[in-house]
């Protein structure tokens, strides 16, 4: 139902396009994410935009101003831009869809359908 691409590596400094390419019928109904998964470490919201609400959008402090989460209605695409990449940004990348309220918005349980994860990796 969801499928995430555009990981890879890069150096620091560098930047990453993830596209997250999902059904007509989750996109029409669900708001979506992405989270990051570094090596034990806890999943970990990234940004959201919330489809269903005029697609407002919100971010993990640390990722403002460099990541950019952005929708493409016609493909039912969801990007994540990211520029200014640091190593602590090296994790596992996944796309989510969920029908969240405002508050469940960076929780990770209130998201139903997940991407199979694309590795990013910021590396000199």
């Known amino acids: 139902l969801l499928q995430a691409c555009g990981g890879g590596l890069v150096q620091p400094g560098g930047s990453l396009r993830l596209s997250c390419a999902a059904s007509g019928r989750i996109f029409n109904t669900y708001n979506m994410a992405w989270f990051r998964q570094a090596p034990e470490k806890d999943r970990e919201f990234v940004a959201a935009?919330?489809?269903?609400?005029?697609?407002?959008?919100y971010y993990l402090d640390s990722v403002k101003g460099r990541f950019t989460i952005s929708s493409d209605n016609a493909k039912n695409t969801v990007f994540l831009q990211m520029n200014s990449l640091k190593p602590e940004d090296t994790a596992v990348y996944y796309c989510a869809a969920g029908k969240t309220i405002l508050s469940t918005t960076r929780d990770s349980r209130a998201y139903e359908f997940w991407g199979q994860g694309t590795q990013v990796t910021v590396s000199s």
């Open positions: 935009v919330r489809l269903m609400s005029g697609s407002r959008t």
